[in-house]
């Protein structure tokens, strides 16, 4: 079955180092998203993407990075880690392609905590 | 800025008791509303989307509705395993803009 899936599950890292955190979907979406969520906020779109070389900003992106490199994968990277960014982190994927129905679809998440 | 609003922020209900969760929004051009269900420590899970007034989606217990101010996710006789957080979120252009979740907790 295809599915979208997030590694690591749990990552515990130190203020300023760099971490990345990985996505890999086998739907062949062309579309790929990431979001952290946090108490009380929701759901905040970090970056996204409608193809491969295709990158965008979201609405909390800065100190955040990505690249699309091929259709599979979306990696996530701090640049720098802050407290701040301790949250759980999720990547969906969607196929606009396929009509109306813009259907997200979501991994399990990543916790991430910077101390 | 596009708004979602969901309400209330805690629901506990009794298996059997039918209720209602109320997701309010403001968006230029809607485009869709979806419904997701999440489960503690797991990824939020689709449900339904809605695209115009007056639609109404129904899954098992769960039926969703929509109007051009507001969604309601409605619960027939619940049971514990309808306990969840559920997520409202609208589309407009390029993103998904989510609420905040009411937390749905059922008795047995």
């Known amino acids: 079955d295809a599915e979208i899936t997030q590694s690591p599950r749990h990552k515990i890292t130190e203020t300023g180092r760099q971490v990345t955190l990985a996505c890999h979907q086998t739907?062949?979406?062309?579309?790929m998203f990431w979001y952290r969520q946090d108490l009380g906020h929701g759901l905040r779109l970090i970056h996204y993407?409608?193809?491969?070389?295709?990158?965008n900003k979201g609405e909390v992106s800065d100190g955040y990075s990505v690249s699309r490199s091929n259709t599979e994968d979306l990696p996530l990277t701090l640049e720098s880690a802050a407290s701040s960014q301790t949250s759980v982190y999720f990547c969906?994927?969607?196929?606009?392609?396929?009509?109306?129905?813009?259907?997200?679809?979501f991994g399990p998440g990543t916790r991430l905590t910077v101390l | 800025e596009d708004q979602v609003t969901q309400s209330p922020e805690a629901l506990r209900l009794q298996e059997g008791e039918s209720s209602s969760l109320n997701c309010s929004y403001t968006?230029?051009?809607?485009?869709?509303l979806f419904w997701y269900r999440q489960d503690p420590g797991k990824g939020p899970e689709f449900l339904f989307t809605l695209y115009s007034a007056g639609e109404e989606k129904e899954k098992e217990r769960l039926k969703a509705t929509l109007t051009k101010k507001e969604s309601f996710l409605h619960i027939t006789a619940p049971k514990p395993e309808d306990s969840a957080t559920y997520l409202c979120a609208v589309f407009n252009d390029y993103k998904l803009s989510f609420g905040a979740g009411t937390t749905v907790t059922v008795r047995a």
């Open positions: 739907w062949n979406h062309n579309n």
């Open positions: 968006v230029s051009g809607l485009r869709g």
């Open positions: 969906a994927s969607s196929d606009l392609t396929s009509g109306r129905t813009d259907t997200q679809y």
């Open positions: 993407s409608y193809g491969v070389q295709d990158t």
